[in-house]
């Protein structure tokens, strides 16, 4: 058994989690055995303040869930010594010992091709043959967890839709983490996140590459970044209002959340942010001198028009008037 930090241990078993977990015990050491074949985790019970242990080993996808829980220990060192003991129990065991019986589907192997080699998009093709080992091991493992609603994920992630579906990758293990569960039985919008704080459905969607190519040398700096890069994300967003989820009956009375990503350029999400800020309020701030030589700010409504076409600004005034809330 040695110990593992708890970076790695949600890496591998934080999926498993249920929210509220850690309202009735406290994390406190990590474990596993036989190479990452099992995981133990110690406990200390906030109510009786004594401790256990949970011991955790992969089912028939592969995915880690519990198979073994002990408790009322009545120290830390006495809960350790018992999920050693468990863990060599373990290690003795064939892998299907642990199968839970309730497994449905295949493990899914995200880097097995399924289309052409000429057809792959190039980012994943650079991640399953010459991408990093760790990059490559994180999502093997959230895959073992990821639903697959759809039915077409590994052929969009290995072709056209690698960078919309790695966004939706994102915001599965965003919420994991924030301690949500998912309600994947409802195929649009993308999630719907369950925990303690609450519910509300989240739609993902990405700012692409245009179709045909858009030569930005054609443009200047100011249409470029005031012009063209809004008018991408709003685009995106209004394709999602035309959508209407709102008005389906499970949605109703839920928060909808648009989760919006820019990839229409190599690294733009790193850049674009106020682009996005300017479309969503429909305003800007410019530097302006008096007529007595002082430089003050202020702020100027923003109508975007590009390429022969109109955009409107103020996204979150729009949304007002049709009476929806998006976070």
Known sequence: MEAISLHRFNLLAGYARLPGAGIVAEELEWYEAGNERFLGLLLRD????????SLLARDRLRRFRAVKFAHSFPSKKAARTALTAGLATCLKLPAKSFYQGD???VVVDVFKPVVASDKMNHAFRELSTRGSYPASRLLEE???????????????????????????LYLFATFTELGYAFDRSIEAPDFFCIGLPGKFFVEATSVNPSNPPVNLADMTRDE???????????????????????EKEHVKGFPLVIAIQDF?????????????????????????????????????KIEYAFGGSAVSSGFFFRLKMLKTLVV
Do not use: C
């Open 46 to 53: 906030r109510t009786d303040n004594d401790f256990g242990y």
């Open 103 to 105: 497994e449905k589907g």
């Open 142 to 168: 959230m895959l073992h967890w990821y639903e697959d609603v759809d039915g077409n994920f590994l052929e969009q992630f290995q072709t056209t839709a690698f960078d919309a579906r790695l966004w939706e």
């Open 224 to 246: 470029y970044y005031r012009d063209y890069v809004p008018k991408k994300f709003g685009s995106a967003l209004y394709s999602k209002l035309k959508k209407r989820y709102w």
């Open 264 to 300: 229409h350029e190599f690294q733009s999400m790193s850049w674009s942010l106020y682009a996005l800020s300017e479309f969503l309020f429909g305003a800007r701030n410019i530097k302006r001198r008096r007529e007595d030589g002082r430089v003050e700010s202020v702020t100027e």
